[in-house]
């Protein structure tokens, strides 16, 4: 079972946001903590650029370059 969670550190534990299910308990979980990161709309307009230039940049890897003549047929993708 994978599930993400919020949680406050607060003395030493973890509260979470909402309860596991009553079959996990007594079970050891493994856990993984990260900070929340900045919202967009936290960031000045520099910022907010750059992180789009960055995230383009990082998408424009998983492009590929269609011939000019290249038709999207829904039909064919149905037809196999």
Known sequence: MTRI??????????ILSEA??????GKTLKV????PQETAKN???EQR???VKGFLAWAKQFSAKLPP??????NEI???
């Open 5 to 14: 969670l919020e949680a406050t550190y607060s003395n030493g534990n973890l």
């Open 20 to 25: 596991l299910d009553p079959s996990m308990e």
């Open 32 to 35: 993984l903590v990260m900070e």
């Open 43 to 45: 960031l000045d307009p």
């Open 49 to 51: 650029s750059q992180r």
């Open 69 to 74: 003549d290249y038709k999207f047929d829904r």
């Open 78 to 80: 149905y037809e196999r």
